[in-house]
């Protein structure tokens, strides 16, 4: 079991939400331990602007961008083992740990494919503005 770090813990209602959905046992030894606030619209905003140009907005679920704005309002550590999250965290200038596995070696952008026409987007639509097919991600070269 993972021993919760030093000092105060925050975490979004979110997390809290997502614990209890899963049955995560961790929350019963540490929900007296944390800390319930959210993010400001303003941090917010600055977060899903950020997401936009690396391209983690579609990787990115709502709780992990109100984690990554509460982290960049609070300028406080962050731990994930979340490659996406990392990825937006060190665009944002946030410090973040690995807790189980490495970190990331880089930052990533990313772009998206048709799967139909093939056509790259920079950004992410819910389909191809062309033939209307999936898209999918991928790193891009740039």
Known sequence: ????????VYVTGGVVAELRKYED???RYW???????????QAM?????AAARTGDDARLSPTDMEVLALA???????????????????VL???YRGVGMKG???VIRWKYRCTGCRKE???NYPDCPVCGSPLRSSRSRK
Do not use: C, F, H
């Open 1 to 8: 079991m993972q021993d919760l770090p030093p000092g105060e």
């Open 25 to 27: 046992p961790r929350l």
């Open 31 to 41: 929900e007296d331990l944390l800390t319930i606030a959210s993010p400001s619209s």
């Open 45 to 49: 905003g600055t977060v899903k602007r």
């Open 72 to 90: 960049l309002e609070l300028k406080a550590e962050l731990l994930t083992d979340d490659y996406s999250i990392q990825n937006l965290s060190r």
């Open 93 to 95: 200038g946030v410090r």
């Open 104 to 106: 990331i070696k880089e």
């Open 121 to 123: 987007w920079n950004e």
